[in-house]
Each structure stands twice: as C-alpha cells, then as structure tokens.
C-alpha cells in the first residue's frame, strides 16, 4: 500500500477496515461507533486466523495488539462514543 513500502493505492482496496487503514496514527477524523461496529467483525475474523497460524514472537504481537484494538471498538460501540486519535 502506498505510505507502507508498497504500491497499490488506497483508492484500488474496498475493505470495512479502510476508514481504519487510511487513517492517520495521530490526529485526522474521529470514526463513528458506526465505524467502529462495521470494523469489529472483520477484525475478530483477522485475528482469528492469525491464532491458527504457527506461533511466532512478531504475529503473537500483532495478535495481542488486534485484541486490544477490538476491545476498544467494542468500547465505542457500546457506550456509541467515537474513536479519536490522538
């Protein structure tokens, strides 16, 4: 993806995750809880794959760092408060 050492553009990905991707890490738009409950599914599924995969150091990271995410999003959508960056 461009902005990660890759180039296919943003604009080429249909995904429920993008307004997450193609967000800046700091600052930019707040999601909605709306957001945060269209990206929750799709986040779980990932992270459930990941789980199958062989265990190693890098993946168990990203694995543990999906979990925290979904528990934020979870947050959001319960409390239907929205997600800022700061």
Not at 59 to 82: G, I, K, M, N, S
Request: hydrophobic fraction near 45%; charge should be negative; charged fraction near 20%.
């Amino acid at each position: 993806m461009w902005g990660f050492g890759g180039d296919q553009p943003w604009s080429g990905i249909s995904t429920v995750l993008e307004p997450l991707l193609n967000h800046p890490d700091v600052g930019g738009d707040a999601l909605s809880a709306a957001d945060c409950a269209a990206m929750l599914p799709r986040l779980r599924a990932i992270t459930g794959e990941w789980l199958e995969e062989p265990s190693e150091p890098v993946l168990q990271q990203h694995v543990q760092d999906a979990q925290q995410l979904a528990v934020v999003l979870r947050f959001c959508v319960d409390e239907d408060v929205e997600l800022i960056f700061l």
